[in-house]
């Protein structure tokens, strides 16, 4: 069953405490992304990957980091440097080439306590 | 910033009425997407269209693009209660086709 998951769906964190939100694709997608949605928002871009071990950052990266040592991984850390981080957040994955569409998984839900 | 922007923020019919979402953005693309987000959910692809072409029909789904006024609008027709969802649209740049910008979305409810 090939698609995007996202782990965990919900997760609560403490203020000052660094978390990373998990995203795998089994799609052999090239291309994944990381975005950011507010209630009753449309997604912002945090960071995109184009191949493994590299990455660049989106419009909204700082308090933000991640790695992309495998191809079908991209996981997110949201670091206590982010001074709002409660918000719904998105892995997407995407062939190569520009007219493909992106994959998106079904997201995690961070609260800060 | 954001590239893409929809209007109306929220649209209201009944069931069998059509519903259209327009969407405008501001730099040159390669291609524009639609999505669909039930609340609380990821989002589901819904169509692509390319800049050079100008109109693409999936089901019920028709979306239209005038790459000359840069904005692009999605019909739904004969609309039923499960297209109740918010509609995204997103471009990516012609400079830069791996990035995509989204817009805040068109909010449809369907009435039964």
């Known amino acids: 069953d090939g698609g995007i998951t996202q782990s965990p769906k919900y997760l609560f964190r403490k203020e000052g405490q660094n978390v990373t939100l998990s995203c795998e694709q089994n799609?052999?997608?090239?291309?994944m992304y990381w975005y950011r949605q507010d209630p009753g928002q449309g997604l912002r871009l945090i960071y995109y990957?184009?191949?493994?071990?590299?990455?660049q950052k989106g419009d909204i990266a700082e308090g933000y980091s991640v790695s992309r040592e495998k191809k079908e991984s991209f996981p997110l850390t949201v670091t206590s440097a982010q001074k709002n981080p409660t918000a719904f957040y998105l892995c997407?994955?995407?062939?190569?080439?520009?007219?493909?569409?992106?994959?998106f998984g079904p997201g995690t839900r961070l609260t800060v306590l | 910033s954001q590239q893409g922007e929809e209007d109306p923020q929220a649209l209201s019919i009944q069931e069998g009425e059509n519903a259209t979402m327009n969407c405008s953005y501001k730099t040159s693309i390669n291609n524009l997407q639609w999505y669909r987000q039930n609340s609380g959910r990821g989002l589901v692809h819904l169509i692509l269209?390319?800049?050079?072409?100008r109109e693409k029909h999936s089901g019920r789904l028709r979306v239209t693009l005038d790459t000359s006024k840069k904005s692009s609008s999605l019909l739904i027709t004969a609309s039923r209660a499960a297209d109740t969802a918010s509609y995204f649209c997103a471009t990516d740049a012609a400079y830069n086709f791996n990035k995509f910008y989204f817009g805040s979305g068109t909010k449809l409810n369907v009435k039964p």
């Open positions: 990957s184009q191949i493994v071990n590299d990455f």
């Open positions: 799609l052999n997608h090239d291309a």
């Open positions: 997407a994955s995407r062939g190569t080439g520009p007219y493909n569409e992106q994959f």
């Open positions: 269209i390319r800049s050079n072409e």
